[in-house]
């Protein structure tokens, strides 16, 4: 089914507060489409397990709605909204087996036995766990307790699912296998889910949109491309990986994208830009490290944008020279001092075939136009 949030807002009383209140979630207001996964993304603090819980019916809003389907469930206690929660701390009951604490929201709900047995043999099957069935939760790894969780919740097969930082237990290789699985599993069985997670990679992984919040507002909705490749203020932009930002001066937009002119009068371009960027506004020109290739300086003649009907394919960002160097084994990163307010970060791939940069070398930086973005300042 789907989910929509109409204008909640969610308030807790904290007398160290001038205003004897702290507003967790402000004027919240989302739609989730049926079989879609979404994932609330943001800093510790910013609303979003607020949120799952008020969905879910542990927290009540002081104001706005709650719709599944078409039923406005505001007022329904969570037994009644045909939601099932994955939790971080898994919640798996230690006395039973696995497969007890696979059905056993399927007995409460008072199927019969061999129906059970049928469900929790199915399910257990596509995640992987039937060898699991005796086994009591001491004796599993945190990967497979999550799996349990992950199994006892879809079971039920509820309209929604909800994830709250369920990955946030695990190490980091389990964390990444993991959340490939639960995404496998959500498309295997179609169930609108939510997610809640501070982790990039994590949302970027398992989700078909994007809820970046902060301070209880919602910063942007969109895609995992989107939010990454086309943000729409500084903050998503800074949040979501890493960034080359560059201040600029909107000069001209045209049908390939926008022409911007930064601190020095130089000319940059890019293929795209946020809502707001007009022409004569000041603007950030973004730019992902990994957009930046490094190069040698050979003198190349300034910053020229080209009039040609197609984007160029390569221009001229900067010119620097290596500060430091960091090798990774599949990739090298690179801080450049470029005379600009920060020094420019760039991320270069394969370094056993492209080569090495180390410190003192001077540098020319280049990047395709179709990888720069601008949203306003």
């Not at 970046?212 to 932009?237: C, D, H, K, L, W």
């Amino acid at each position: 089914m789907n989910v929509k949030l109409v204008n909640i807002t969610k308030e807790f009383i904290d007398p160290e507060r001038e205003s004897g209140k702290l507003v967790a979630v402000k004027d919240f207001n989302l739609e989730i489409e049926e079989g879609e996964f979404v994932t609330l993304l943001g800093p510790s603090g910013c609303g979003k397990t607020t949120t799952l819980r008020i969905i879910a019916g542990f927290e009540t809003p002081n104001a706005g709605e709650i719709f599944i389907g078409a039923k406005n469930v505001s007022a329904d206690p969570p037994n009644k909204r045909d939601t099932s929660m994955v939790f971080q701390s898994y919640a798996i009951f230690p006395h039973m087996s696995v497969e007890q604490n696979v059905g056993f929201g399927l007995e409460l709900k008072g199927k019969p036995k061999a129906e059970i047995a049928v469900e929790v043999r199915n399910i257990m099957s596509a995640m992987g766990i039937e060898e699991l069935a005796r086994r009591r939760p001491d004796q599993l790894s945190g990967g497979q307790q999550q799996r349990v969780a992950l199994a006892r919740a879809i079971v039920n097969r509820p309209s929604v699912l909800l994830f709250d930082e369920p990955l946030s237990n695990l190490d980091a290789k389990l964390r990444e296998q993991m959340r490939v699985e639960i995404r496998r599993i959500q498309q295997t069985y179609k169930i609108t889910s939510i997610y809640v997670t501070h982790d990039q990679a994590e949302a970027m992984t398992v989700s078909d949109r994007i809820v970046v919040m902060n301070r209880g507002t919602i910063m942007q909705v969109g895609t995992p491309f989107e939010i990454y490749s086309r943000p729409e203020n500084q903050f998503v932009a800074d949040f979501i990986g890493r960034v080359n930002l560059l201040p600029v001066t909107v000069e001209k937009l045209t049908e390939h994208g926008c022409v911007a002119v930064d601190a020095q009068a130089r000319k940059l371009e890019a293929a795209s830009a946020a809502r707001g960027v007009e022409v004569g506004r000041k603007a950030f020109l973004m730019l992902r490290p990994e957009s930046l290739s490094v190069e040698k300086d050979t003198e190349a003649n300034g910053f020229g944008v080209g009039e040609s009907s197609d984007m160029p394919q390569r221009m001229l960002f900067a010119r620097g020279v290596i500060e430091k160097s960091v090798y990774l084994g599949a990739t090298v990163e690179y801080e450049i001092d470029a005379s600009l307010d920060r020094p420019v970060l760039a991320v270069s791939h394969d370094p056993v075939d492209v080569g090495f940069w180390h410190p003192g070398d001077p540098v020319a930086l280049r990047y395709n136009p179709r990888a720069a973005h601008l949203f306003p300042r």
